[in-house]
């Protein structure tokens, strides 16, 4: 059973260009967690979502930023005309049934904005 | 609002020792808790869950305790080996309201086994 898969691992944008993040839970589970940890920073909650539906965006920025989980394929993070303050580590986890259940994280996003 | 605080930041200790580490919570209405460690670059890796009616849990050479009135958690590190060297964290996760589904993180504890 594969764990949390994140793609890229890795990812290089110039300033104002678009990133996409992308992440597929593990098998079975229905509920999808976007952190965000910054240099020197802890973990952040971006968001909360379930198959189509936005259960909780409060820790996204109001702009620039959104968040799918579309009934197919993976949920993608998406950051607008990034800035270099998006340079960061993002995390997402899934968790099987409900948002009170244990979460596994995935190997996680590495953003560098130039 | 919950505040996750994790004392020390960083700790430094000879390969053999026993160690503690430590967090703390602003909110005992917790639902669990739980402790992961963060090796650099990489992802985080589940250390143990504990529930909020369970007061400690054991891994291997790992115990993780709770006590929900003081607002605390311990990990428990018996016999640390360098491998054991990472960043580790501790996250609550609240149930009620506005709290569903996200986890609080700490800011992490630094620690160096040296051989």
Same mark, same amino acid.
Not at chain 1, 32 to 52: A, N, S, T
Not at chain 1, 62 to 88: H, W
Not at chain 2, 85 to 102: F, P, V
């Given at each position: 059973?594969?764990?949390?898969?994140?793609?890229? =691992?890795?990812?290089?944008?110039? =300033?104002?260009?678009?990133?996409?993040?992308?992440?597929? #839970?593990?098998?079975?589970?229905?509920?999808?967690?976007?952190?965000?940890?910054?240099?020197?920073?802890?973990?952040?909650?971006?968001?909360?979502?379930?198959?189509?539906?936005?259960?909780?965006?409060?820790?996204?920025?109001?702009?620039?930023?959104?968040?799918?989980? #579309?009934?197919?394929?993976?949920?993608?993070?998406?950051?607008?005309?990034?800035?270099?303050?998006?340079?960061?580590?993002?995390?997402?986890?899934?968790?099987?049934?409900?948002?009170?259940?244990?979460?596994?994280?995935?190997?996680?996003?590495?953003?560098?904005?130039? | 609002? %919950?505040?996750?605080?994790?004392?020390?930041?960083?700790?430094?200790?000879?390969?053999? !020792?026993?160690?503690?580490?430590?967090?703390?919570?602003?909110?005992?209405?917790?639902?669990? /808790?739980?402790?992961?460690? %963060?090796?650099?670059?990489?992802?985080?890796?589940?250390?143990?869950?504990?529930?909020?009616?369970?007061? !400690?849990? *054991?891994?291997?050479?790992? +115990?993780?305790?709770?006590?929900?009135?003081?607002?605390?958690?311990? /990990? &428990?590190?018996?016999?640390?080996?360098?491998?054991?060297?990472?960043? &580790?964290?501790?996250?609550?996760? +609240?149930?009620?309201? *506005?709290?569903?589904?996200?986890? *609080?993180?700490?800011?992490?504890?630094? /620690? *160096?086994?040296?051989?």
């Amino acid at each position: 059973n594969a764990g949390v898969m994140q793609n890229p =691992r890795h990812l290089v944008r110039r =300033r104002g260009q678009e990133a996409r993040l992308r992440c597929s #839970p593990m098998k079975g589970h229905s509920h999808v967690y976007w952190y965000r940890q910054l240099p020197e920073e802890g973990l952040k909650f971006m968001v909360y979502l379930q198959k189509e539906n936005i259960i909780d965006e409060s820790g996204m920025p109001k702009e620039r930023f959104s968040a799918e989980f #579309p009934k197919e394929g993976p949920s993608i993070l998406r950051i607008q005309q990034v800035v270099r303050g998006d340079s960061a580590a993002y995390f997402c986890a899934s968790s099987p049934r409900t948002g009170l259940d244990e979460q596994f994280f995935g190997p996680g996003t590495r953003l560098t904005v130039l | 609002k %919950q505040e996750v605080t994790q004392i020390p930041a960083a700790l430094s200790v000879p390969e053999g !020792e026993n160690l503690v580490l430590n967090c703390s919570f602003t909110d005992s209405a917790i639902y669990n /808790l739980q402790w992961f460690r %963060q090796d650099p670059g990489k992802g985080l890796t589940s250390l143990l869950l504990i529930q909020s009616s369970q007061r !400690e849990q *054991t891994s291997g050479r790992l +115990n993780a305790s709770l006590d929900k009135s003081s607002g605390r958690s311990t /990990l &428990y590190i018996a016999a640390s080996q360098p491998g054991d060297s990472a960043t &580790y964290l501790c996250a609550a996760l +609240n149930a009620g309201g *506005t709290s569903y589904g996200k986890l *609080t993180f700490g800011q992490g504890t630094i /620690l *160096t086994v040296h051989p």
